[in-house]
């Protein structure tokens, strides 16, 4: 059996979890690293919102959530701890059934995208499966195997992918920025010089790879 890891969307009125903490606001969140049990299920968030009493005010009040605690502040974003009263997803059941990991997850009012890590293709088929019975749309947009070492079809290298995906998303590239070298780094737990230099090099081999080559 080997790890597989697989990058999807769904949109964020398609889960539980999804419909509480967006209610159609406009909040981008980020789930702090975890790993989700039926008993602790998604305790940790990162928002980033023009309007902060209004995302506090609409998630506290939901019957699905017992408490909501501001931990913590940096960079324009509020750590803060869930407790939920009801913590049954098939979404999230689904994940924590079929043991896959969450990876990394972000969500705005209209999607949600999920890295994901699975011990294996046939856990990751039930998984596809389980969400399919309860009809939960999903898009899978990318499946890899995260301990091949070697550089990919485009002569990326795995860290050089996961620079320039990160800074995709983050809005690096978006006009204006939304994000920084620093912050991004930060998201590494390198500098923003390092993380400068491997995406570079990484959008150096992904030109030469594609428009560049004859």
Known sequence: MSLVAVDVSLPSESFAMGRVLQNGLDVRIELARFVPTGESTVPYLWVESN???????????????????????????????????????????????????????????????FQ?????????????????DHEIPIEVQRVWNPTTPTSDQYGLTPKQRDALYLAFREGYFDIPRETSLSALGAEL??????????????????????????
């Not at 959530?65 to 059941?93: M, S, Y």
Request: no cysteine; hydrophobic share 40%.
């Open 189 to 214: 737990d390198i500098t923003g010089q390092s993380f400068s230099r491997r995406l570079r090099r990484g959008t150096f081999a992904l030109l030469s790879n594609t428009i560049l080559e004859e």
């Open 116 to 132: 994901l890590r699975s011990p294996g293709r046939e856990n990751l088929s039930a998984f596809q499966q389980t969400l399919q």
């Open 51 to 113: 309007d902060l009493a209004a995302f506090e005010a609409a998630v506290r009040k939901h019957d699905r959530v017992a408490h909501l605690t501001a931990l913590d502040e940096h960079a324009g974003r509020t750590l803060f701890r869930v407790g939920w009263t009801i913590t049954a997803d098939p979404f999230l059941d689904a994940i924590v059934d079929h043991e896959l990991l969450i990876e990394h997850g972000t969500g705005t009012a209209e999607t949600w995208q």
